[in-house]
């Protein structure tokens, strides 16, 4: 029992550390939307001598989209997982109280609070124990979800750099266009990479 | 644990004071939590904060059962007087705090839903417990803005909240005291900066005088009982409050 509020406490303290990694991630997505927009709008002048570029800026749009689709859904969840966190740091502090007014009585008082935390326990604490581990393993799908999805746009923006090759005079641009993508998509990969190790650690 | 003691008793009814626990933190405010029996109706007063809980429920059980505890009567809205309504609540999600209608929006910070509180009018209002009328007294601005004692005609006590409270030093810690002017000592320095206006206490003395009072009951420290009830009224009506020194 001692070791539950500790255990709540630092379960919290890691979902607000998700949760501003998250945030980091959300916003480099959205910096890769407005990439995307810029390289349409760049192949569209550069025309003819960059259709396979004009091609795939379309993809890395639709990829910046999917991603911040799938960032608001994470987020979304990571709330969710921090109302949960705190009914239960709630719960676990009730229990601390508790647990010392068990100590304290005796008699009628005893057996009434023995009896009492037996079914508050297994009610309100496994309850929220299992919706704690839900929590977790959807977030931790859910982040192999994305880790794929960013996976897909790496490769559109190594492709990117190929077409970018044949730009003739828009090739500079193009080429400097397709190395930032490759960048932020890089922190945002790393990012993933470290969330994944935390979520590991939690399970 | 603290100590459960009867204050007073005539047949089914009962005055239960549940005072003093040794081990007590010194960094939280000693309190005094009064449970007022008719038979087997109960009303707790000013159940206490959420630290205190063990204490009280313990205490408490030795004398009553605590099932049966299912009407809460908070004063005024400090953590020292309700915090606890989560751990009640838990015992019996039923239970019913009565509490001035300026704070029913604000304890639910401290737990319970709208089901839980029944406002009290600033006009004070009486509730049944078991087949005795207690009066709701209004004591607003002393020191809480939305503030009432409760007065038991049958019994002749007031239970008086923060008025009356005393911070007693270790040693001269008794549920009664015997010398007036020693003891008000320790009430000085609690009345003249907790206590808010001038206006609001000589209402209070002067509606207060006109009640049957054989003990009036504070919140913290020892309970007055026939004459230093006069005795703390007037004292009371001549000091200076409301003023911050220094
Ligand atoms: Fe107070
Ligand atoms: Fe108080």
């Known amino acids: 029992m001692a070791a539950v509020p500790q255990d709540t406490g ?50 890395l749009r639709r990829f910046a989209m999917d991603l911040q689709k799938q960032m608001s859904q994470l987020r979304e969840m990571t709330y969710g997982s921090v109302s949960t966190i705190t ?25 009434l609070i023995d009896e009492f935390m037996r079914t508050r326990h297994s009610l309100t604490f496994a309850r929220h124990r299992e919706q704690i581990a839900a929590l977790n393993r959807r977030l931790s799908q859910m982040i192999a979800d994305t880790a794929q999805l960013v996976e897909l746009g790496s490769v559109l ?46 399970l | 644990m603290k100590t459960a003691r009867v204050i007073y008793e005539d047949g089914k009814h009962k005055w239960i004071a549940l005072v003093r626990d040794p081990n007590r933190p010194d960094y939280l405010i000693d309190s005094n939590e009064y449970l007022v029996v008719d038979d087997d109706d109960s009303l707790l007063l000013d159940p206490g904060g959420n630290e205190v809980f063990p204490s009280v429920f313990s205490a408490l059980s030795t004398e009553f059962d ?90 002749k006590i007031l239970f008086s909240g923060d008025v009356g409270a005393a911070l007693l030093p270790q040693g001269e810690d008794d549920l009664f005291f015997g010398d007036f002017d020693r003891h008000i ?37 020892a309970i007055y009982r026939g004459d230093q009830v006069r005795r703390f009224i007037d004292w009371f009506s001549h000091l200076e409050v409301g003023i911050v020194k220094g």
């Open chain 1, 10 to 59: 630092r379960e919290l303290r890691r979902i607000v550390r998700t949760n501003e990694e998250i945030k980091r991630v959300v916003a480099t997505a959205f910096k890769i939307n407005l990439m995307a927009m810029n390289a349409i709008f760049l192949a569209k002048r550069a025309g003819q001598t960059a259709l396979g570029f004009g091609v795939l800026s379309n993809e």
């Open chain 2, 66 to 155: 605590p099932r049966k505890i299912n009407k809460l009567f908070a004063s005024h809205q400090d953590p020292d007087i309700i915090s606890s309504l989560a751990l009640w609540l838990e015992f019996n999600p039923q239970v019913k705090c009565y509490i001035s209608w300026l704070w029913a929006s604000f304890v639910p910070h401290f737990g319970g839903n709208k089901e839980t509180f029944i406002s009290i009018p600033d006009g004070g209002m009486d509730i049944m417990i078991g087949s005795q009328r207690l009066q709701l007294i209004p004591a607003h601005y002393l020191h809480s803005s939305g503030n009432f004692h409760l007065y038991d005609p049958k019994a």
């Open chain 1, 87 to 111: 009914a239960l740091v709630k719960q676990a502090r009730l229990n601390r109280v508790l647990e010392r007014t068990r100590k304290e009585s005796t008699g009628v008082g005893r057996s």
């Open chain 2, 185 to 221: 000592r320790h009430a000085e320095g609690f009345h003249r900066r907790w206590m808010g206006s001038e206006k609001a206490k000589h209402d209070w003395c002067q509606r207060v005088s006109q009640l049957d009072i054989q003990m009036m009951c504070p919140q913290h420290g």
């Open chain 1, 157 to 202: 923006a190594r492709s990117a750099k190929i077409e970018a090759a044949y730009g003739g005079a828009f090739s500079a641009s193009l080429m400097q266009v397709s190395c930032d993508f490759e960048r932020t998509i890089g922190d945002i990969q790393r990012s993933l990479e470290s969330l994944t190790k935390r979520q590991d650690a939690s």
